[in-house]
């Protein structure tokens, strides 16, 4: 299997390849690969129909404003855990910006899922207050308090 990198090109297509490869792959369930497939074609589609932009690039946006920017590593200090803020890879931030994307995505009832995605998505544009996006800046709250055991990382 070929590994694609992120690389800030917007007509990239390797970038675009590799982000429908790891959202389609987050969001399936019991190796339902093909029911994921159509969830998210039809979230790709209704992203189309509302702002009449290419969905994959507005995609790429949304993941930009929701992924971590450094990430925590838990670590045994003299008899206590500390969790130290490291840098992160691009790859590794989309992955967990997808993945806290999917779980508030979860997290809601009523429509179908690719529903539930786009008003996700709307949400996290309009209401600062958004769930995924308090788990992002819980995340970075976290990794500022915890500044001073960067002495301990091994980079």
Do not use: C
């Not at 589609?45 to 509302?50: E, F, L, R, S, W």
């Not at 990430?71 to 967990?96: A, E, M």
Request: proline share 5%; hydrophobic share 40%; no cysteine.
């Amino acid at each position: 299997m070929k590994n694609f990198k992120f690389i800030r090109i917007s007509n990239d297509r390797a970038n675009h390849k590799y982000l429908v490869r790891s959202f389609i792959g987050s969001m399936t369930k019991s190796g339902k690969k093909s029911k994921a497939t159509k969830i998210f074609n039809a979230f790709l589609y209704d992203i189309n129909v509302k702002f009449n932009l290419p969905p994959v690039e507005f995609l790429d946006n949304l993941l930009e404003i929701v992924r971590p920017k450094v990430f925590l590593i838990s670590k045994k200090v003299s008899g206590s855990t500390v969790r130290i803020p490291t840098p992160i890879t691009l790859n590794k931030s989309y992955s967990i910006g997808i993945k806290w994307f999917l779980s508030s995505v979860s997290k809601r009832s009523g429509s179908p899922f690719s529903q539930l995605m786009f008003f996700e998505l709307l949400d996290i544009y309009s209401n600062p207050a958004n769930q995924t996006l308090k788990k992002r800046d819980e995340y970075h709250k976290l990794a500022k308090l915890n500044r001073p055991f960067l002495k301990y990382a091994k980079f």
